[in-house]
């Protein structure tokens, strides 16, 4: 469905009169998934309403806890049906857990008798909410330009991943960070307003374009990180060498792992023929990532995924598959490696270098997606 969504290329759009802007699609984002119990609190006027029922307002004020009730949710002493609606009036805002959000709430009882409680928001309003946990708010506008272009796009993209749980997205890692109106500032505001409407495209179809925090010197082909033949990606995904974030604090790092954690992680996947022995870097990818390791252990040689030893390492430390050199140690194994991230598409520590230099949104955008139209949703 999101690979026909038809875009309008943007050198024509802005000729048009923008007397009246298409309305933004919505998106159904699950802000608290499958939880025992959450708290809700209305700021401002709600009105709660039941499926096919009339609203009524919601007369209880500061912070209410929801949970399952047999057959139904209980909202504080409120008894309410397994999904019922929270419609915000008069640009009233629910806050949730900690955080304040935009648009209605649907809640909802889970069949393991959890609650979900899913935002129906703006793609505008949602993207307000991703920007300032995706890259700093206060970092220089153009690089929150192209952030925002580049989230907008992913949104679109995936839209509705996730139908089979009852919505569009997650508000974590393995969609976008979401957290509301919670941390946006006037930046991130102009970000999201001065890019209204504006996505990558590639040949009149949306691009599924992708971000991360720094490439280390190269920004990866999308096939060579998540499988596919690299060169069915379309070019502007293919990866471009990226001298702009040489002065991220992310270019030069170390990480250092014990033996024994080195072994743990690997038999997570499988188990070892005897103690491991020595780790050797393998394939590289035409970027310098390294695809996979080369384990030593009971006499024999077993190739191990970077991805997947990546992954039982951590992230945070193990900052990206782009590993320089692996240093032995007594106790260990030091890993030097560049950049943090998977390595596709934006690179941002790229991005703000670039802002800081002087350079607009769009072409910060040509740099990383080379060939890419800077298009509009047509709606
Ligand atoms: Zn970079």
């Known amino acids: 469905m999101t690979a026909a969504l038809p875009l309008a290329l943007l050198a024509a759009v802005a000729t048009r009169a923008r007397a009246e802007p298409p309305a933004p699609a919505r998106l159904e984002i699950a802000i608290v998934h499958q939880a025992v119990s959450t708290t809700i609190e209305a700021v401002g006027p709600v009105d709660v309403v039941p499926p096919g029922g009339r609203a009524k307002p919601l007369e209880w004020k500061g912070e209410?806890?929801?949970?399952?009730?047999?057959?139904?949710?209980?909202?504080?002493?409120?008894?309410?049906?397994?999904?019922?609606?929270?419609?915000?009036?008069?640009?009233?805002?629910?806050?949730?857990?900690?955080?304040q959000y935009r648009g209605s709430l649907i809640l909802r009882l889970d069949p393991g008798q959890t609650v979900t409680v899913v935002n129906d928001v703006g793609i505008e309003d949602y993207l307000e909410g991703v920007l300032p946990h995706e890259m700093d708010p206060d970092w220089p506008l153009e690089a929150l330009k192209a952030q925002a272009v580049?989230?907008?796009?992913?949104?679109?993209?995936?839209?509705?991943?996730?139908?089979?749980?009852?919505?569009?997205?997650?508000?974590?890692?393995?969609?976008?960070?979401?957290?509301?109106?919670?941390?946006?500032?006037?930046?991130?505001?102009?970000?999201?307003?001065?890019?209204?409407?504006?996505?990558?495209?590639?040949?009149?179809?949306?691009?599924?374009?992708?971000?991360?925090?720094?490439?280390?010197?190269?920004?990866?082909?999308?096939?060579?990180?998540?499988?596919?033949?690299?060169?069915?990606?379309?070019?502007?995904?293919?990866?471009?060498?990226d001298p702009w974030c040489a002065a991220s604090p992310h270019m030069r790092w170390t990480a250092f792992f014990a033996w024994q954690d080195v072994m743990a992680a690997i038999e997570e996947r499988r188990r070892l023929p005897g103690p491991l022995k020595?780790?050797?870097i393998g394939r590289r990818d035409l970027a310098g990532y390294v695809r996979d390791f080369?384990?030593?252990?009971?006499?024999?040689?077993?190739?191990?995924?970077?991805?997947?030893?990546r992954s039982s390492l951590g992230a945070a430390d193990l900052k990206s598959a782009r590993i320089t050199r692996l240093i032995v140690k007594k106790k260990g194994l030091e890993f030097v490696g560049a950049g943090s991230g998977h390595g596709?598409?934006?690179?941002?520590?790229?991005?703000?270098?670039?802002?800081?230099?002087?350079?607009?949104?769009?072409?910060?955008?040509?740099f990383y997606f080379p060939g890419a139209d800077l298009s509009e949703i047509a709606e």
């Open 64 to 99: 209410l806890k929801l949970g399952p009730r047999e057959g139904g949710l209980r909202l504080a002493q409120l008894k309410l049906p397994s999904e019922t609606r929270l419609e915000p009036r008069e640009g009233a805002l629910i806050k949730v857990g900690p955080n």
């Open 150 to 241: 580049v989230a907008r796009s992913f949104a679109y993209a995936n839209m509705g991943k996730f139908r089979k749980d009852g919505f569009d997205l997650t508000a974590d890692t393995r969609s976008q960070m979401y957290k509301g109106v919670t941390a946006v500032n006037d930046n991130v505001r102009r970000a999201v307003k001065e890019t209204r409407g504006e996505v990558l495209g590639w040949h009149g179809e949306l691009l599924r374009v992708y971000y991360h925090a720094c490439c280390g010197g190269r920004t990866e082909n999308a096939a060579d990180v998540w499988g596919g033949d690299p060169k069915a990606t379309p070019p502007p995904l293919r990866g471009v060498k």
């Open 278 to 280: 020595t780790l050797k």
């Open 294 to 309: 080369v384990a030593r252990a009971g006499g024999k040689d077993l190739t191990v995924k970077a991805s997947d030893l």
């Open 344 to 366: 596709v598409g934006l690179c941002q520590w790229g991005a703000r270098i670039q802002a800081d230099k002087g350079r607009k949104y769009e072409q910060i955008l040509r």
